[in-house]
């Protein structure tokens, strides 16, 4: 018995190359890393090999495909990130949410990542204050299933193969950002610094085809800064974007000068 | 249609802000932690390539590596909080989720059974490794730390890193027992450590 013992000791020990490199099975891997909790030499082992292995893929480096970064980066920023380990009360998870998007504010480059980051928080921060105040009631339910559905498509589109970003400046003063993906048909849209309406208006957002105009959404009205995201399905080919301000409940069609006009 | 709005050439994505030169990847992503989206661009920069290189290296298919390499960096993202420098380098951390990815994705697309066949009929690849490497100053380390290995010891490494087989694969495919491919496996890791002087 001691002898199987020690040779299944040396046998899991000579495991750490192996490991080092993913060349172990399911069973093996956990095998051994169960055995590396108790074998703090052998975790010491596998990090030292693990810096050599690390030298044999970055040997294999290559030019990354044209726009591979900046889907990460649109996925990136409506993601979230895991806390510290430190991190516990509910109450600062939710506040942590806002100020990491704050910090998201200041630092970024890309107005349209800028914009695009709280499409994740505004869900995670619905869901938050429900946790925290303990709110079940059916309409706090459906604002968090519209959020949750919403952060959804906006994922599909950024993450989508064909997402391409375009920016534009709105007649007025602003800037619009849009994601689009011909193969999801379907666009999200985030401006910058639009100017304030009147509250009696609102900035309407259309698809125009050849057969029309076909409204869009109304942009949430209010915070000056950022608004947004939107996301506009059912896009066709020849579709363009366009904004207009059109009285707060909507309109059917365009009544006003159009503030930017993207082709897609 | 009257165009009343400027913009950019349409479709095209806007570049990143640029990367700082040599900016130090712990450092890097200790920011990202903190949400930096800047941070996570520059730390693209830097290790995208070999990430992307790495993971092509096991799975071959273009678009599913493009697949993998965004999976690797969004986990980098998520988990920047947890990577902790007191147990291995920034790189050695993305490196080694880079490369266990790509493994995994193999091994759950390719049934056992067919892929114990295919392995019995591939080509050592020690070759095409040295080949598409273009010059620079840590490929040629890693190149000639490749060579100063037994021939044995080189192909268990290549067949396990490049080409994403496990030990047992391996063994089968050299013919030798398992228990020498995984000694041969751990002797040759070594040997490159003190060959490239990384780490401990």
Not at chain 1, 102 to 110: E, I, K, N, T
Not at chain 2, 73 to 93: C, H, I, N, P
Request: net charge neutral; with cysteine.
């Amino acid at each position: 018995m001691k002898l199987t013992k020690r040779s299944q000791l040396r046998d899991a020990h000579t495991l750490a190359g192996a490991y080092a490199m993913d060349a172990v099975s399911a069973p093996d891997r956990e095998r051994f890393e169960r055995h590396m909790i108790g074998c703090a030499e052998c975790a010491r082992e596998v990090a030292s090999l693990r810096e050599a292995t690390a030298m044999l893929g970055t040997a294999a480096a290559e030019p990354v495909p044209a726009g591979l970064k900046e889907r990460i980066m649109a996925a990136a920023a409506v993601t979230r990130q895991q806390p510290p380990a430190a991190e516990t009360e509910p109450v600062v998870l939710a506040r942590g949410t806002w100020t990491r998007a704050g910090g998201w504010f200041r630092s970024l480059a890309w107005p349209g990542r800028l914009a695009l980051a709280t499409a994740g928080t505004a869900a995670a921060a619905v869901i938050a204050v429900a946790v925290v105040f303990g709110i079940a009631n059916s309409s706090m339910q459906q604002q968090i299933d519209r959020a949750q559905a919403s952060s959804q498509q906006i994922a599909v589109v950024l993450t989508a193969q064909d997402a391409r970003m375009a920016t534009g400046t709105v007649v007025g003063g602003g800037t619009a950002t849009i994601v689009m993906s011909h193969s999801r048909h379907a666009l999200v849209f985030t401006a910058q610094g639009l100017h304030a309406l009147p509250a009696s208006r609102g900035y309407e957002l259309w698809l125009i085809g050849p057969a029309g105009a076909r409204p869009v959404a109304m942009l949430p009205a209010g915070s000056p800064g950022m608004t947004g995201p939107v996301i506009a399905s059912g896009v066709r080919p020849g579709d363009h974007l366009a904004l207009t301000a059109e009285p707060a409940d909507g309109s059917a069609h365009p009544d006003t000068p159009m503030m930017i006009d993207m082709d897609l | 249609m009257t165009t009343t709005g400027s913009q950019e050439p349409r479709n095209r994505p806007r570049p990143g802000p640029p990367a700082p030169a040599g900016a130090d990847l712990a450092a890097q992503i200790a920011l990202v932690a903190r949400g930096e989206a800047a941070a996570f661009d520059a730390i693209f920069e830097q290790i995208g390539p070999s990430v992307y290189g790495a993971v092509k290296r096991v799975i071959r298919d273009p678009a599913q590596s493009e697949e993998v390499t965004q999976e690797v960096m969004l986990e980098v993202w998520r988990s920047a909080s947890k990577f902790d420098a007191g147990r291995g380098s920034a790189k050695a951390w993305v490196m080694t989720l880079a490369h266990r990815r790509a493994v995994d994705r193999v091994r759950s697309v390719q049934k056992e059974a067919e892929r114990e066949r295919r392995v019995a009929t591939a080509e050592i690849p020690f070759d095409e490794v040295i080949e598409a490497v273009e010059s620079s100053l840590e490929r040629e380390r890693v190149r000639r730390c490749l060579g100063s290995l037994t021939e044995v010891q080189r192909e268990s490494v290549t067949l396990a890193y490049y080409r994403g087989y496990t030990y047992g694969q391996v063994a089968s495919l050299l013919s030798v027992p398992t228990g020498t491919v995984k000694t041969r496996m751990r002797d040759a890791l070594i040997r490159l450590r003190d060959c490239l002087g990384v780490a401990e």
